[in-house]
């Protein structure tokens, strides 16, 4: 990058300053800007203030505010949460304040949405999903959800979605009924000589959401095969006949969604919305094309606020300001303004609760959710069992005569995160690296590089889970 200022003006409104430069970059557009190398160079402390964004050619903008723009964002309406005539909801707004948009419904085509959220742990994904939520039930939309965190994700949808599961077993249920339910409308409208979904007509549109979608199609799931070709078969044949599908997931890359090339590109066709993200993601999500080649993303900080990265031994010290969570800052990678850093609007209250969020209750309403829930299908009983099972025509699901339910072996442990499996490695006491390293070849857990434990051990470093680095060179929890 060249000059920092080849164009620069003062933006003034109620005796705060905005400044704002067009730097000229060099030939293909950014590549891998250094964001905390431009602060300095702008003489910047708060990293959160100082926006980047390509513009055309080999123009950026840089803008500098007085506070980030993004700090504070208002409470989101049910007019934010109506579809308008694009089939568009308002989720939040973009650092310059133009409104950041969802798609529900396409009425071009009339097909049903494909959507993924991405993030870290409490970057936004939950608040993310309630709105979407919210949304659909006020629409008429049918919503089958699988919260795959035991029901405690959006603890407050239950009641308000037509179809509401919590484990892996249910959830593959869910997906099998939702398929055959796509094929038997795939059928029936075949016959009407209808090409394409019209809304409620004779059907309502319908969503199967996947929240913590990473437990059912990382590596070492039980179901991660057949997940994900019943999730490929419902954004294929679903969009068209109005089911759609809809994973929330902290998949650090794309692989994690099934280790399918046809469904990881399918869900790049949708709407794909990036939360907080950790550094291994971001490498993965540009290897995967879903950034443009060259493209840069300002990174999403997990606090908001001035930064002080050395104090004079005499220096007066910080008063322990508040600090500004950046939970529900964002991309929109599919949207015309792919790098452009937005933020959802408050999705329930700041107060944590004992309970149900009432601001979220509020939102849903107390009317009853629309649509029937899903029977859900598993597999047939085993040989010698005499079940009344059978295909509905309607492709609703099974149903077994009582005694005759299917035998399902026991389900398997969840797999570890890696960084779960480390923080359970240090729980007796500090590791130097080689011995953390052959704690996890043989704590049973999938085989890891150590290059990817490295990254591990700085995030959580970074999050405050892990001690700061010291000359001892052990690694260790914090005190």
């Known amino acids: 990058m060249t000059s ?20 000229r970059t060099r030939p293909g557009g950014v590549k891998g800007v250094d964001h905390d190398a431009l602060c300095d ?13 390509q513009g055309r050619g080999r123009e950026a903008v840089v803008r500098v505010f007085p506070v980030n723009p993004l700090a504070t964002m208002r409470a989101i309406t049910l007019e934010d949460l109506t579809m308008d005539e ?5 989720v939040g707004s973009y650092y310059d304040g133009e ?16 959507v993924i959220i991405f993030g870290t742990t409490g970057a936004g994904k939950s608040r993310a999903l309630q709105a979407f939520l919210i949304a659909c039930k006020r629409a008429g939309i ?20 037509a179809t509401h599961v919590t484990d892996l077993k249910e959830a ?37 959401v996947i929240d913590e979608a990473n437990r059912l199609l990382e590596k070492g799931s039980p179901f991660r095969a057949e997940a994900a070709k019943l999730i490929k078969e419902i954004g294929r044949t679903g969009r068209s006949v109005g089911i759609g599908i809809v994973l929330a997931a902290q998949a650090g890359h794309l692989d994690e969604l099934g280790g399918s090339d046809t469904l990881r590109a399918m869900l790049k066709e949708g709407e794909v919305i990036l939360l907080r993200w950790s550094s291994q993601m971001m490498q993965a999500l ?34 322990g300001g508040t600090k500004v969570n950046s939970q529900g800052m964002c991309y929109h990678l599919t949207s015309h303004r792919s790098s452009s850093m937005a933020r959802f609007f408050l999705v329930g209250s700041l107060k944590p609760y004992k309970g149900h969020d009432p601001a979220i209750r509020a939102l849903y309403g107390s009317a009853p959710p629309p649509g029937e829930p899903l029977r859900l299908i598993f597999p047939p009983p085993k040989e010698g069992k005499a079940g009344s099972g059978g295909a509905d025509p309607d492709g609703a699901g099974l149903e077994y005569a009582e005694g005759d339910e299917p035998e399902l072996e026991a389900m398997p442990a969840m797999p ?11 729980e007796d006491g500090p590791l130097s690296e080689a011995d953390l390293l052959d704690a996890l070849d043989n704590d049973g857990g999938r085989d890891v590089k150590p290059g990817s434990i490295r990254t591990t051990i700085s995030n959580l470093r970074r999050e405050g889970q892990l001690a700061p680095k010291d000359a001892s060179g052990l690694i260790s929890l914090p005190q």
């Open 86 to 90: 694009n089939g568009c909801i308002r």
């Open 4 to 23: 920092p200022a080849t164009l620069a003006k003062e933006h003034v409104e109620e005796k705060k300053v905005m400044r704002e430069y067009i730097l």
């Open 41 to 53: 160079l702008l003489e910047v402390d708060d990293p959160s203030r100082v926006i980047f964004e």
């Open 286 to 319: 540009v290897s995967d094309g879903l950034l443009p080649s060259g493209e840069n993303l300002q990174p999403i900080l997990k606090e908001i606020g001035r930064v002080r990265r050395i104090r004079r031994w005499d220096g007066r010290k910080d008063a």
């Open 416 to 426: 570890k995160t890696n960084a779960q499996r480390i923080l359970a490695a240090l």
């Open 142 to 161: 049918v919503v089958h959800l699988a919260d795959l965190k035991g029901g405690q994700s959006v603890p407050e949808a239950q009641g308000n979605v």
């Open 172 to 208: 593959m249920g869910l997906l099998r009924a939702a398929v055959a339910k796509a094929e038997a409308r795939f059928k029936k409208y075949a016959k009407l000589g209808r090409s394409g979904f019209i809304i409620n007509d004779p059907d309502p549109l319908e969503y199967v």
């Open 99 to 114: 409104p950041l948009r969802m798609r529900v419904h396409d009425p071009e085509t009339g097909n049903a949405q494909r």
